[in-house]
Structure formats: C-alpha cells, structure tokens
C-alpha cells in the first residue's frame, strides 16, 4: 500500500493536484493524508514559544482547517467511490516547509503532491518558494502539479539526466511502479558535454537499462546545450505527460533549481514535475 501526502491550502490549485493524483493511483492501494499546516493570523510570542492551547487562540483556526479537510474527503470519496483509497485528515499548528518534512519523517510516506503556480506575474519563475523548498528539505519525492493541468495518465514520461547519479532500486520505486501501471515508455535524456561517456556514466546508463529492462525505454542523447533547451526541444518534438529528475547535490538538478536565484528556470513547464531525492 502508498502512502501519499496531500498538503493543501485549500485552494483551486492544491485541489487540482489531488484531483489529478486520486486519479493517478486509481489503480493502486493507497492512503492518502490530506494535510493542512495552519498559523493563527494573530499570535505573540507567548503563544509561540509556549504551548498553544493554553492559550486557545488556534482553537477556531484548527476547527476551520479539520473541517475544510474532513469536506475534502467526503467529497473525493463521493467523486471517485475508490475501495483502493482511504483518505486520513491532519491538520497541524505549523509551516508549510515544516509541517511536510516532520509528516514525511513520522510517517512511511511514499511521495508528496503538491499543486503550484508559481510566483504572480513572473512568468519566468516556474514553482512558487514553498514549492522549491519542499523539493530541497524533503527527504522523499515529490510531485509538483501546474494548477492549469487536467488530468491525462503519463504514457510519456521524459527523464533528463547527466547519467552521474548511481541509480538505485529504492530510489527509483515510484517511477518504476508509475511507468509499469500506466504501461509508459521511459524517454531517458542525456545532453552531451561534446565527450564520450566516461566509465561510470556507462555504468550508471547500464544500471538504469537494466531497472527498467521490462518497460518501454528510450535513450536520447542531444548535442551539448543548457539542460533547459534540451527539454524544450524534446517537448516540442513529442509530447510529454511527466517530467522525472533526480535531485542530486552535485547535479544539474542542483544547479538549476538551487544557484543565485532559488526559484528560476528558463522554460515554461506544463505538465507535472517529479523530484527523487538520490538517496532514499
């Protein structure tokens, strides 16, 4: 069984996302926590520092948010009638960013589904802060949703990568088991530096052939250019349900998302966006 956290704000945006991803795991036995991090609008620094409810200042704060979740959950179990899906509601006094991380920590969660829009009238920023912090502190993955995405199954699914990464079992789970229930073909892509692959990108390029030796698996090597083209062109060429990378340190992952300018990248995404942390 999956165990998939769900945090909402209880907007159109986060409400697509978990539209999108009852609808993704329709086939499979999952629990879904649908989760809200709330704050009091008013508080001071005794309510902070000491504990909450002796001051009972959340107490409206946390009846509204377990009711907007408990609303939730009648209506997706209402909308959809899955026996697959059990939906739990956690409601909890904090931030967003800490309130994900202690959840996955606490509990076996498998990924995170967030939706995001980015920031307002920046059309250069593709996720908003708290979507990107989530992918740097959250030590499982995570699955950003764009709010203006309907659902459609991932048949097509465009994996970039610079073949650094010692791919793992455990690391690749989710993907293994998304591209087999949706019987999906595994577009690899890995933009050259102008050399031949070195020894260990063999390797890991071998490792990967052979996780994936049972489903549909294409290797796609473009001539030397930002990583940000390159998925640009590739989605221009086909079309493309879900982007897949993995956040390694020392990757273009890191680069891309974590230097100088935390939240900006240089193509539009449209589809939604899955983040593995390397090591799980």
Known sequence: MLSILL???????????IDYTV???????????????????IYNVEYVLGYPAQFG???????????????????????????NHKFETVARFNTLVSGVKEFVEEHKIDFVVMGTK?????????????????FKEVK??????????????PHEILFPTDLDVEYKESSLKIL?????????RLNVLHVSTGYE????????????????????????????????????????????????MINNKHSFFENLFFKNTI?????????????????L
């Open 7 to 17: 945090p909402t704000d209880f907007s159109e945006n986060s409400r697509n996302a």
């Open 23 to 41: 609808q993704l795991l329709k086939d499979e036995e999952c629990t879904f926590y649908l989760f809200n991090a709330y704050t009091p609008v």
């Open 57 to 83: 200042l959340g107490d409206a704060v946390r009846t509204t948010s377990q009711n907007n979740l408990n609303s939730i959950a009648s209506t997706l179990n209402e909308t959809y009638n899955n026996p």
């Open 118 to 134: 980015g920031a307002t009238g920046a059309k250069e920023v593709l996720f908003g802060s708290n979507t990107v912090h989530v």
């Open 140 to 153: 499982c993955p995570v699955l950003a949703v764009p709010s203006n995405f309907s659902y459609e199954a």
């Open 176 to 184: 293994k088991e998304l591209v087999a229930s949706n019987h999906a």
């Open 197 to 244: 692959l070195n020894e260990k990108q063999v390797l890991n390029k071998q490792r990967l052939e052979l996780l994936f030796k049972s489903s549909a698996f294409l290797f796609h090597q473009f001539e030397s250019m930002e990583i940000t083209n390159a998925i640009n062109q590739f989605q221009i060429k086909q079309k493309i349900n879900l982007l897949v």
């Open 263 to 279: 939240n900006q990248i240089g193509f539009t995404l449209n589809v939604p966006f899955l983040v593995i942390p390397s090591e």
